[in-house]
């Protein structure tokens, strides 16, 4: 599901600029905008899908909703 996400988000949404939001996900037409949140978030998250283990040890940091990393204290 992840890598079907990714491919995509390359596939349909990349321009020569970065990234369009989509104005309707059946004919794929692009709007000329990038959300803000794109980068923190979503390529946040796919990155997180696909890096290795010992890219983050989880057990000592939790995301929030937006993508914010946050040390958990035991």
């Known amino acids: 599901m992840g890598k079907q996400m990714v ?12 990234f369009a939001s989509l ?7 692009k709007a000329n905008s ?3 949140f794109f980068f923190a978030e979503t ?3 796919a990155y997180l899908l696909f890096a290795p283990e010992s890219a983050l040890d989880l057990k000592k940091i939790v995301f929030n909703t937006e993508a914010h ?6």
């Open 23 to 29: 104005k309707n996900v059946q004919t794929y037409e």
């Open 34 to 36: 990038m959300q803000s």
């Open 43 to 45: 390529l946040k998250y």
């Open 7 to 18: 491919d995509d988000i390359l596939k349909h949404c990349r321009n020569d600029v970065g």
């Open 69 to 74: 990393p946050f040390k958990i204290n035991p």
